[in-house]
Nanobody
Framework: QLMESGGGSVQAGGSLRLSCATY???????MGWYRQSPGKDREGVAT???????TYADSVKGRFAISKDNAKNTLYLQMNSLKPEDTAMYYC?????????????????RGQGTQVTVSS
């Protein structure tokens, strides 16, 4: 139902754009990205609701931008000025009617993840 792409390896200061294609999901009310590194808790990165309102974790504000293309049923995460501490598996998530749009980690549906590695 959700498939991420766009991860990879990049040097610090570089950029990546993640994409998340949605399949067979209807009445999506909220989408987001979260990440997880080995040995660490999941961290919500950003959310975007049906009206386009966005939220960001403090750690990525000013560097990352979440957006969506409703015609293509695709969610994006533009990541600029990447830092080694951004290294993680990044997951796309989606919530439908009735799901609160507060944290990407709490959304009902999620993808398999795409790895982002930032070297110093």
């Amino acid at each position: 139902q959700l498939m991420e792409s766009g991860g990879g390896s990049v040097q610090a200061g570089g950029s990546l754009r993640l994409s998340c294609a949605t399949y067979m999901l209807t009445d999506i009310r909220c989408m987001g990205w979260y990440r997880q590194s080995p040995g660490k808790d999941r961290e919500g990165v950003a959310t975007i609701d049906r009206d386009g309102s966005t939220t960001y974790a403090d750690s990525v504000k000013g560097r990352f931008a979440i957006s969506k293309d409703n015609a293509k049923n695709t969610l994006y995460l533009q990541m600029n000025s990447l830092k080694p501490e951004d290294t993680a598996m990044y997951y796309c998530a989606a919530g439908v009617r009735g799901d609160p749009c507060i944290a990407a980690t709490d959304l009902r549906y999620r993808g398999q993840g795409t790895q982002v590695t930032v070297s110093s």
